[in-house]
């Protein structure tokens, strides 16, 4: 059954720019500040949530984009504009590691194959599959791709995509950060990443509405992300903010 739309509680604009402003904290502290500094630990708290809002809006515009095919290829060029200012802000070469929007991508992909009437269950399951295997790299890797998934699998039930949601965060993403790194790691403590679950009194305000539409916020995240990317690294190589702020913590 589709959500009921209501006028009180979060617009689709205005989650995006809570989501973009705690990716924006998140990147931010990545960049500048130590990993086991409080404040870091906090905004990256905070930060957990952007990647599964903006999952969840991925699968809620399969539902309303009008052309798909179209979506995903806005996708792909994002993906391909914001790789080489992801591995400048964050370090990493070319070929270790991409931004979350490739992900994002691959999960439009899959899901429009699982919904697919013209493909056969097992085609389905190895495309997903190869999705997964594709996004391994990126930030937020084949979580992300199944996220996607199972929030458009799910559409419009909300209780069975909060939980799916927490399942797959739990099993895949959880349970691996912890294993490898443990909860109180010395140099990167991995507590924040409970803040995958703030995501859910988000997607609880959701009120179903779309907003104010405007050409401003129909382009705002494919600007904003490379966009805040780039300037994180230019500020990072350019200007003394880091020794700053470290001086002052």
């Known amino acids: 059954m589709e959500a009921i739309e209501r006028h009180n509680g979060l617009t689709t604009n205005k989650l995006k720019i809570i989501a973009a402003i705690a990716m924006f904290c998140d990147h931010f502290v990545s960049v ?3 990993h086991d500094e409080l404040i870091s630990l906090l905004f990256r708290l ?5 990647a599964p809002v903006f999952c969840f809006f991925i699968a809620q ?4 984009t009008r052309d798909r095919r179209k979506y995903i290829i806005r996708l792909l060029v994002l993906a391909l504009i914001s790789h080489i200012p992801y591995n400048l802000s964050f370090g990493y070469t070319f070929f270790q590691a991409t931004s979350v929007i490739w992900p994002l991508a691959l999960g439009l992909v899959a899901l429009t194959a699982f919904k697919s009437e013209k493909i056969h269950l097992v085609l389905k ?3 997903v599959a190869v999705c997964c295997a594709l996004a391994y790299r990126a ?3 084949f979580v992300a791709v199944l996220w996607i998934l199972m929030f458009g699998i799910f559409h419009g039930d909300l ?3 909060i939980a799916a949601f927490c399942t797959i965060g739990v099993v895949f993403h959880l349970i691996p950060v912890f294993y490898r790194f443990g909860f109180f790691h010395d140099r990167f403590p991995q507590w924040f990443q409970l803040g995958i679950f703030l995501t859910i009194p988000l997607l609880l305000m959701f009120n179903g509405n779309m907003g104010k539409k405007s050409k401003f916020m129909a382009w705002f995240f494919y600007v904003f992300y490379p966009g805040h990317l780039l300037l994180l690294y230019l500020l990072n190589r350019f200007t ?3 020794e700053v702020l470290g001086r002052l913590l």
């Open 125 to 127: 399951l190895a495309i």
């Open 139 to 141: 930030n937020w890797n």
């Open 240 to 242: 003394p903010l880091a």
């Open 32 to 34: 500048f500040l130590p």
């Open 159 to 161: 209780k069975r995509q």
């Open 61 to 64: 515009g399969f539902y309303y």
């Open 46 to 50: 905070l930060g957990r949530t952007a």
